[in-house]
């Protein structure tokens, strides 16, 4: 059998599994195990191990002793601090990256891909070296407190730098893009008949958005808040470029337990909780009406 039915009756092509795409599949699969799962597994491997000589790691005692110290009040105020300034980010994110996305999905289509290059432009520089670059605005000499200076808005420089202030700029700063990609994707497939629909049935423009618009582009909503949500969690380097040693992010402390205090169990089961607790998230999500939302309004539209 050479074609098989489609949804209306019109005939599609058998998938063929060819030598390439035999080979494309094993090589897949090759990298997957060997980059993403392996590491996985040998993380949450060292994270039942025991603490042994500085470096190393001794399986001969396994117990879940690291995971009982995550329960300690150090690293629930450092959970705290990074979930509330991570949430933060991926909101002003998402304030921000959803406008932007809608007027860049329906933008016209000679100006569309300038607006892509310029949404792309900043992965063309190295993040940390864009991090250092905010020092030079945030700084008390920096640009901010020189122009509000110079207007006489202020007598002496503002306290910016090393602030959370800083850290929740740099956050949205370097992660926005991760937000804007998604929604303008989710943003794009949205047919401009089922708007015009809503507004032929009396639906105003908020009606249409919030019951139309909306609930079709909750894909793009979720992973562009899981694109921003877990790397703010992650990251060390901004807090540390634009923190110092006042703001203490997950990905901070989970870099000191690696680097410096060679804690290797206790850094591993902090790692481990952070991947679970975002599985457990994105799961909840789609459970409770998240991306069920936006099937849910694709059928009633149909």
């Not at 019109?10 to 392996?38: D, H, K, N, S």
């Not at 980010?89 to 932007?100: E, S």
């Not at 607790?277 to 998240?290: E, I, K, N, P, Q």
Request: with cysteine; proline share 6%; hydrophobic share 55%.
């Amino acid at each position: 059998m050479n074609a098989a039915p489609g949804r209306r009756g019109r005939a599609r092509p058998a998938f063929r599994l060819t030598p390439f795409r035999l080979a494309a599949c094993y090589g897949a699969f090759a990298w997957m195990i060997l980059l993403v799962a392996l590491p996985h597994l040998l993380l949450a491997a060292a994270s039942l191990a025991a603490r042994g000589d500085p470096g190393y790691l001794d399986f001969s005692r396994l117990s879940l002793d690291a995971y009982a110290r995550l329960l300690s009040p150090e690293f629930a105020t450092v959970f705290a601090s990074s979930t509330a300034l991570a949430g933060g980010a991926t909101l002003i994110c998402l304030l921000l990256g959803y406008p932007f996305a809608w007027i860049l999905a329906r933008a016209p289509r000679k100006w569309r891909g300038f607006l892509l290059l310029l949404t792309i432009l900043p992965f063309w520089t190295n993040s940390l070296i864009r991090t250092y670059a905010l020092i030079a605005l945030l700084g008390a000499k920096g640009l901010i407190n020189a122009a509000l200076l110079g207007l006489g808005l202020i007598s002496a420089p503002l306290e910016l730098l090393y602030t959370d202030f800083a850290v929740f700029l740099g956050l949205t700063y370097t992660l926005l893009p991760f937000m804007i990609l998604p929604l303008y994707g989710s943003i794009e497939k949205l047919d401009p008949r089922l708007a015009e629909a809503a507004r032929d049935l009396g639906a105003g423009r908020t009606a249409t958005f919030l019951r139309v618009s909306l609930p079709l582009t909750l894909p793009g909503v979720a992973a562009g808040c899981m694109f921003v949500f877990l790397p703010a969690m992650g990251m060390f380097y901004i807090p540390d470029v634009l923190g110092g040693a006042r703001t203490l992010l997950l990905g901070s402390f989970i870099k000191a337990q690696f680097l410096t205090a060679r804690d290797w169990p206790f850094g591993a089961a902090a790692s481990v909780t952070l991947m679970l607790l975002m599985a457990v998230l994105y799961a909840f999500f789609v459970r409770s009406g998240g991306l069920g939302a936006a099937h849910g309004a694709r059928r009633r539209a149909a």
